[in-house]
């Protein structure tokens, strides 16, 4: 079963409609790198997440263009796709995806409006733009303005902001399209949404400490992976890396 087949069933089953895929519109999506940003850590994890993520929603989302404006290296790990800088390691999780929605990395800032853009740090006065950010176990996405990003990495606050702001571009391409889910409610954000993966607070408030040096897992079985297993996964093997890199050992086992 492809991912796009997926896609379309959960559209077929929420609008009870089996020609709905085909009445909805093409979504524009950019997910936008500042300079200032594009060798954070963070903001790598989190733009990859977003990627990987967004790059999944087709035919709700037709286009995903990644602008980076100025590329940089890759400081944090990214299993199986990672690559010397941030760009060329999500052009070639792209390529390997092979979506079959158009996803393209682009130097430097966008020069036309898209749909829905997710932004780290100021690009405009676009009310389309969502701004999305991660400071450790923290996760936030908003549309009143940028929020905070910040070291060190933290791929669990930063998968799920990613995943937060994958929901607000879904809800925002299907918004116009309400009338055909009349029993499902879609209500983008207006504000600033906080969530802390830490203590699973709706608030930025409390304890956020950095990832211990070793994590240790009684007995784990992941059966049937899907997404939320794929993505935990994904998510322990990231801090693996991590542990590689800095001389730490990790143990999830």
Not at 62 to 82: C, G, K, M
Not at 111 to 132: H, I, Y
Request: aromatic share 8%; with cysteine.
């Amino acid at each position: 079963m492809s991912q796009e087949f997926r896609t379309e069933e959960l559209l077929r089953r929420l609008a009870r409609d089996p020609s709905v895929a085909s009445r909805i519109g093409a979504g524009r999506v950019a997910i936008v790198v500042t300079a200032k940003l594009a060798g954070n850590p963070q903001a790598q994890l989190t733009t990859f997440f977003c990627v990987n993520l967004m790059a999944r929603l087709f035919p709700v989302v037709s286009a995903v263009n990644v602008y980076i404006e100025q590329d940089a290296v890759l400081r944090t790990a990214v299993p199986r796709f990672a690559e010397p800088t941030l760009g060329t390691t999500i052009d070639r999780f792209l390529r390997e995806l092979a979506p079959p929605c158009s996803c393209r990395v682009i130097a430097g800032l966008p020069r036309a409006e898209a749909d829905v853009t997710l932004a780290f740090a100021a690009v405009g006065t676009s009310p389309r733009t969502l701004f999305v950010g991660s400071v450790g176990w923290i996760a936030q996405v908003s549309t009143d303005g940028p929020v905070q990003v910040g070291e060190p990495p933290n791929p669990v606050g930063a998968h799920v902001a990613a995943a937060f702001a994958t929901a607000e571009v879904w809800k925002r391409l299907l918004a116009p399209y309400r009338h055909l889910f009349p029993s499902v409610p879609i209500q983008p954000i207006a504000g600033t949404q906080t969530f802390s993966t830490f203590d699973y607070r709706q608030c930025a408030d409390g304890p956020n400490p950095d990832l211990p040096v070793s994590v240790r897992l009684a007995p784990l079985t992941v059966v049937g992976l899907g997404a939320g297993g794929g993505a935990t996964a994904y998510t322990l093997a990231i801090r693996i890396k991590l542990s590689q890199k800095t001389g730490r050992r990790v143990r999830p086992s």
